[in-house]
């Protein structure tokens, strides 16, 4: 069975979306002396993972996303399994057929939360992958990714480039808003109050906007601002503060 990367109800990309689907086909248009794996990192929940589900299904990119028990036998196995090919016995051997794989589709391969591959040492499988293949393939990871990698120079200098994700905008927010707020209108004012409490956060802001959506439709308002939802507390991913008494 095929892994396939998360739903994407979108149309409209986010600017996160935009940002990682730009950085995979630079990889796969770049002409052919330059090195071919790109970077696209950030903090979590600012959307790299709905970014990467994005690309994939637009290029057809194989996608797997890192669990952290995966080893190196675990991770190969997962893009084989992705690639619909029965995994050989040794792990030499795997590395070849998921190069050959890549060659004979000619697809990308996206790799996210690979992190977990940085802290279990396993990254020279990916770079080597890379090398039998020359395939564009795009690692997506947090904040820390390119200083993490930098402990393995051959592969670090093979990176095309490295794309930082961008915290949420007002922009972003207006579009969720339309996505998931189907029954009431949030205005600017307010959308900018969520932006500011939710810190960028794609992920919270979609949390934000259900909790003034469900508000909202108790109310039966078709439309709501900042002066309607008044000193209500908005979600900013910290827990409150225990109350002693």
């Not at 994407?8 to 090195?35: D, F, K, Q, W, Y």
């Not at 090919?85 to 794989?101: C, F, K, L, R, S």
């Not at 998931?180 to 939710?198: A, G, N, P, Q």
């Amino acid at each position: 069975m095929t892994q396939m990367p998360p739903a994407v109800n979108t149309i409209a990309p986010l600017s996160n979306v935009t940002l990682c689907t730009s950085a995979l086909e630079r990889a796969m248009n770049r002409p052919g002396h330059l090195p071919g794996m790109i970077s696209f990192y950030g903090p979590s929940g600012w959307g790299k993972t709905s970014a990467a589900a994005y690309s994939a299904n637009m290029h057809q990119a194989y996608y797997v996303e890192c669990k952290s028990s995966w080893t190196k036998k675990a991770l190969l196995i997962a893009m084989l399994t992705e690639m619909g090919v029965m995994p050989a016995p040794t792990i030499y051997q795997m590395t070849d057929q998921v190069a050959e794989q890549l060659v004979l589709s000619g697809r990308p391969l996206i790799i996210d939360e690979f992190d977990h591959i940085v802290q279990k040492n396993a990254v020279e499988i990916v770079r080597d992958v890379y090398e039998g293949s020359n395939a564009p393939i795009l690692l997506i990871g947090e904040e820390r990714l390119e200083g993490n990698l930098r402990r393995w120079e051959r592969f670090h200098n093979r990176m095309l480039d490295w794309v930082p994700a961008q915290p949420a905008s007002l922009k972003d927010a207006r579009h969720l808003c339309q996505l998931y707020c189907t029954k009431s209108h949030i205005e600017d004012d307010l959308l900018e109050r969520i932006v500011e409490f939710s810190k960028g956060a794609a992920r919270r802001i979609c949390v934000n906007l259900n909790i003034v959506h469900d508000f909202a439709c108790r109310k039966h308002m078709e439309r709501i601002n900042a002066s309607e939802w008044g000193r209500k507390q908005l979600y900013t991913g910290e827990a409150p503060r225990r109350r002693v008494f």
